[in-house]
């Protein structure tokens, strides 16, 4: 079992930058794929980022130059530093995580954190 827990999301202007954080507990935190998705409201959940249990790392296209993803084991912790906000990126951000595996679908994921609000406005 491993519970996720978000943080560092907010308000910032377009352009502007922040660092999310999915802190995890449990063991084997090394083994875990860990992956990023957002929803903004009225849309489907779609996939960010993520980055496997050997560190190899992808990412939307919509995101790709802008955001990136890393992780630290010996913190149990993994990162979304997200760079160039614009306006649509506003959406509430969840950090997900399977075992020795991940993915760009929500379904290849088995935990998920509550998610943490990122709003950029004009």
């Known amino acids: 079992q491993v519970q996720l827990v978000e943080s560092g999301g907010g308000l910032v202007q377009a352009g502007g930058s922040l660092r999310l954080s999915c802190a995890a507990s449990g063991r084997s935190f090394s083994s875990y794929g860990m992956g990023w998705f957002r929803q903004a409201p009225g849309k489907d959940r779609e996939f960010v980022a993520a980055i496997s249990w050997r560190g190899v790392t992808y990412d939307a296209d919509s995101v790709k130059g802008r955001f990136a993803i890393s992780r630290d084991n010996a913190k149990n912790t993994v990162y979304l530093q997200l760079n160039s906000l614009k306006p649509e990126d506003t959406a509430v951000y969840y950090c997900?995580?399977?075992?020795?595996?991940?993915?760009?679908?929500?379904?290849?994921?088995?935990?998920w954190g509550q998610g943490t609000q990122v709003t950029v406005s004009s």
């Open positions: 997900a995580a399977r075992q020795y595996s991940s993915g760009r679908y929500a379904t290849d994921y088995d935990y």
